[in-house]
């Protein structure tokens, strides 16, 4: 099962890829997280690892698994059955850029999951779009989130 969702930004890539590594700001810029909360410290890297709370959704513990600097940034979470991998990727387009949001589910229940969550999943996605690219043109989100801080840098 897979969810996928793009949408273009007028910033450049390096400027969306700060806004998916800073994960504990996530829920300023969109409504479908209700807290992420780093379990290291330091720069994000593969092995780090944040809980994350949604509503609707039991808490989880998301473990990076793939960074490429500046393009792209890969997490997962596993339980009952179910390995659920988020891709969040960002590639030039014109003088901004594309960004694709991608959530996975793999696994013996992974059927069940969407059948259950698969609803919930494709409308944080595209909420979870929305704010990375509210966030990166500098306005507020379209899910209702408090407009963000500027991005640093």
């Not at 969306?16 to 810029?29: A, G, M, N, Q």
């Not at 379990?39 to 998301?62: C, K, T, Y």
């Amino acid at each position: 099962m897979e969810y996928r969702v793009t949408a273009t930004a007028g910033a450049p890539p390096a400027q969306v890829y700060r806004l998916f590594i800073d994960v504990e700001r996530w829920p300023e810029l969109t409504r479908s997280m209700r807290s992420v909360r780093r379990l290291d410290h330091g720069p994000i890297r593969v092995g780090s690892e944040a809980q994350v709370s949604q509503p609707r959704l039991p808490s989880a513990r998301w473990r990076v698994t793939e960074l490429e600097p500046d393009r792209r940034f890969t997490w997962e979470t596993r339980s009952g059955g179910v390995t659920s991998v988020g891709d969040h990727l960002v590639e030039p387009d014109g003088a901004g850029s594309r960004i694709t949001l991608t959530l996975s589910m793999h696994g013996p229940l992974s059927g069940v999951m969407a059948m259950l969550m698969g609803g919930i999943a494709r409308r944080y996605a595209g909420m979870e779009l929305e704010g990375f690219r509210a966030a990166a043109d500098g306005v507020g989100g379209a899910d209702g989130a408090a407009p963000p801080a500027p991005p640093a840098g």
